[in-house]
T-cell receptor
Framework: AQTVTQSQPEMSVQEAETVTLSCTYD???????LFWYKQPPSRQMILVIRQEAYKQQNATENRFSVNFQKAAKSFSLKISDSQLGDAAMYFC?????????FGKGTRLSVIA | GAVVSQHPSWVICKSGTSVKIECRSLDFQATTMFWYRQFPKQSLMLMAT?????????EQGVEKDKFLINHASLTLSTLTVTSAHPEDSSFYIC????????????????FGPGTRLLVL
């Protein structure tokens, strides 16, 4: 079975500062993919960033980057220069040859 | 690219009626679509996996006769909540995974905007 754990139910960050959201996972698959999705108050799930497990290089999308530690099964999300629009629920997710498995989410507040 | 639409976005119905929710991939083909349910302040709960042209695979505890899923084409899946009751009130979200070879990230799921169902 695959599991995803997000140990921070809530986080807050000052506008323009940097914040890191934690995620650990467990899987027996050798080939898998990790994702961070954002769910703002509209409840639309938005893909933030994607990481292939076979790639050593950490994925980056503008202000969003990940720290992928495969041996430790850790996949944290770093948001730089935080903006008010970054306030949302963030879900870490994992897929191998199966449907996505989600963590319970981290609610991020951005303080002006 | 990778846009998924969902209709309706909001539905209120009387107890005992049936409600159909449509999920469409607008600019890509999806062999596989997924239906989720989300309760307030909780994560997404997978209800079923829908493959084009075959029967859906339901997760444990999900009543297949109550939540009918049809995946008639590579761009359309429907979820019908039959004989809806107040406990079926929830937020339902669909997602679509790209057809392999279609370009982009085949393993990535793209989500619709969701449907809020309220059963009175």
């Amino acid at each position: 079975a695959q599991t995803v754990t997000q140990s921070q139910p809530e986080m807050s960050v000052q506008e323009a500062e940097t914040v890191t959201l934690s995620c650990t996972y467990d899987t027996s698959e050798s080939d898998y993919y990790l994702f961070w999705y954002k769910q703002p108050p509209s409840r639309q799930m938005i893909l933030v960033i994607r990481q292939e497990a076979y790639k050593q290089q950490n994925a980056t999308e503008n202000r969003f980057s990940v720290n992928f530690q495969k041996a430790a099964k850790s996949f944290s999300l770093k948001i730089s220069d935080s903006q008010l629009g970054d306030a949302a629920m963030y879900f870490c997710a994992l897929t191998g040859n199966t449907p996505l498995v989600f963590g319970k989410g981290t609610r991020l507040s951005v303080i002006a | 690219g990778a846009v998924v639409s969902q209709h309706p976005s909001w539905v209120i119905c009387k107890s005992g009626t049936s409600v159909k929710i449509e999920c469409r991939s607008l600019d890509f083909q999806a062999t596989t679509m997924f239906w989720y349910r989300q309760f307030p302040k909780q994560s997404l709960m997978l209800m079923a996996t829908s493959n084009e042209g075959s029967k859906a695979t339901y997760e444990q505890g999900v009543e297949k006769d109550k939540f009918l899923i049809n995946h008639a084409s590579l761009t359309l899946s429907t979820l019908t909540v039959t004989s809806a009751h107040p406990e079926d009130s929830s937020f339902y979200i669909c997602s679509a995974r790209r057809l392999a070879g279609g370009g982009g990230y085949q393993e990535t799921q793209y989500f619709g905007p969701g449907t809020r169902l309220l059963v009175l």
